[in-house]
């Protein structure tokens, strides 16, 4: 899940990014992301049990006294030798409501096409577009011919297929499990300068996707429920209308249900779990990876990217 963090405007921003940021280091599966443009911080974690983790961190690491409470963090003080040039501040944070990271790769092969002449500028990049397997992630390879792009083109325009994270058409959600390949490409003897390459490398993603089938991707939990057996209809009835998959055994009064459902249906579900088995039930889950949203149509209209 992807948590925006929302810093107050009584306080320098750049310090306290700079303090924020530097936990990625610490640990990897921290995720932040700052877009300077738009100036919004935001982390992409589990759940609140790793907002619990991110508190504790900081306050080990920085020496920040946290207090958590419904959402909202607070700095109360912070160690300015920490990190240089970095004085003493009062920061509160807040957390965002937190959204489902999903991603979006492609059904069918596709070359995409990017042209790039404005005056005195000149590129033109093929690239093939093929999708892999679920957790395949995203595959480079360069099948250009020397004798049709010099070999310095071809390195930048392989720079830039990876130099940034590349945004689907369906939701403008990350693009994975793709095999990226270089195909060909021309350029001009007097015109072309190395940026119009990065130019023309993004518009024949961008092409490529808008000339294919896209798929939307979410991620699930695997799962296990141990609950009574008097109690079981309930959660079952829950999973089917989380298009959950799933298998039940029984072990004398017990109900014992495994399988995999999105983590939109999942990420709040323990509260109702403990209402319905009383305290009695258990539940235990873990991210499981990404596969295909089943209802993609009404979440591409409620995210509604243009």
Do not use: W
Not at 30 to 40: A, D, G, S, T, V
Not at 162 to 181: A, C, F, N, W, Y
Not at 242 to 250: E, K, T, V
Not at 284 to 293: M, R
């Amino acid at each position: 899940m992807s948590y925006q963090i929302q810093l107050p405007d009584n306080i320098e921003k750049s310090k306290a990014i700079q303090q924020i940021l530097s936990i990625n280091k610490e640990d990897p599966s921290l995720q932040f992301e700052y877009n300077q443009q738009l100036e919004i911080l935001s982390v992409k974690i589990m759940g609140e049990i790793q907002l619990d983790t991110l508190q504790n961190l900081i306050l080990e690491r920085y020496g920040f006294l946290i207090s958590y409470d419904e959402g909202r963090i607070s700095y109360l003080e912070t160690i300015s030798q920490k990190v240089e040039g970095v004085g003493h501040f009062h920061l509160d944070v807040e957390f965002g409501t937190g959204k489902i990271v999903y991603k979006e790769t492609i059904k069918n092969p596709v070359v995409g096409v990017g042209h790039y002449e404005p005056l005195r500028h000149y590129a033109e990049v093929h690239v093939l577009l093929e999708p892999l397997e679920r957790g395949s992630g995203l595959v480079f390879e360069n099948n250009c011919q020397r004798n049709t792009l010099p070999i310095n083109f071809q390195n930048l325009v392989m720079t830039h297929l990876q130099e940034i994270q590349h945004r689907g058409v369906l939701t403008g959600s990350p693009i994975t499990d793709m095999k990226l390949t270089l195909v060909t490409g021309k350029a001009h003897l007097k015109h072309t300068e190395g940026g119009d390459f990065r130019e023309a490398t993004y518009r024949a993603i961008r092409q490529g996707l808008k000339r294919t089938k896209s798929v939307l991707i979410e991620p699930y939990y695997q799962f296990e429920m141990i609950v009574d057996t008097d109690v079981s209809s309930k959660v079952i009835y829950d999973l089917d209308t989380f298009h959950g998959d799933y298998q039940i055994s029984y072990e004398n009064t017990l109900t014992i249900i495994k399988g995999k459902a999105p983590v939109r249906y999942l990420m709040n579900y323990q509260k109702d779990f403990l209402s319905i088995t009383k305290g009695n039930g258990k539940f235990f889950y873990q991210l499981d990876g990404y596969y295909e949203c089943l209802d993609q149509e009404q979440i591409v209209q409620e995210i509604n990217y243009n």
